[in-house]
């Protein structure tokens, strides 16, 4: 199975960007999707959008097109997305989560943090 | 918009049965929808139980089970567990420029 591991917590001011990584222990190029998820304070899972890291495929959610950009560098089997003009409504845990492909998904990364704070 | 609908909470007592929902604004979920079910305790990451209506992963209990129950997909718990209280969330699958979308989340009581 794959497992995903991200980088750490962020603090950001409101209008900056963010990047946050996830790497895979296995080999992420085989078939599998990476899709982004994050969990505001007390709320519910919203799903941001997928990347096919064989390809470099990209699925960004509605709500997060023009605003976020999912890439992938294959040498080192880790996944970005990045988050620009954020706002304090962008706090939240960030999560990566891969799927097999077919609907199955499987495997969370452990979450960060990202924080958005004049 | 699509939305997807779950029980905003349940309760239920140690060693009952539960039935939690997801329903689509959009009618009937079908097995196309592929339907996902993720198990979150407080503080903790999400872990996915079911994928595609009715299939376990290998660390899913055995007391939990995916079904599609009328035009909604379910998750039932047998036996249900203390440990098993928890935030439930399902995921459908929609083709189009959205394709994912979580339900609002059941929050289960054991008591």
């Known amino acids: 199975q794959v497992q995903l591991v991200q980088s750490g917590a962020e603090m950001k001011k409101p209008g900056a960007s963010v990047k946050v990584s996830c790497k895979a222990s296995g080999y992420i190029s085989y078939g599998y999707y990476i899709h982004w998820v994050r969990q505001a304070p007390g709320q519910g899972l919203e799903w941001m959008g997928w990347?096919?890291?064989?390809?470099?495929?990209?699925g960004p959610a509605q709500n997060f097109q023009g605003r976020i950009t999912m890439t992938r560098d294959t040498s080192v089997d880790t996944v970005y997305v990045e988050m620009s003009m954020l706002t304090s409504d962008d706090t939240a845990i960030y999560y990566c989560?891969?799927?097999?492909?077919?609907?199955?998904?499987?495997?969370w990364g452990q979450g960060t943090l990202v924080t958005v704070s004049s | 918009q699509t939305v997807v609908t779950q029980e905003p909470s349940l309760t239920v007592s140690p060693g009952g049965t539960v039935t939690l929902t997801c329903a689509s604004s959009?009618?009937?979920?079908?097995?196309?929808?592929?339907p996902n079910w993720f198990q979150q305790k407080p503080g903790q990451t999400p872990r996915t139980l079911i994928y595609n209506t009715n299939n376990k992963h290998s660390w899913t209990p055995a007391r939990f089970s995916g079904s599609l129950l009328g035009d909604k997909a379910a998750l039932t718990l047998s036996g249900v567990q203390p440990e098993d209280e928890a935030d439930y969330y399902c995921l459908l699958y929609y083709a189009g420029a959205q394709p994912w979308v979580f339900g609002g989340g059941t929050k289960l009581t054991v008591l």
């Open positions: 990347i096919y890291p064989n390809n470099g495929d990209t």
């Open positions: 959009t009618g009937a979920v079908t097995s196309g929808h592929y």
């Open positions: 989560v891969s799927e097999k492909g077919g609907g199955q998904w499987l495997m």
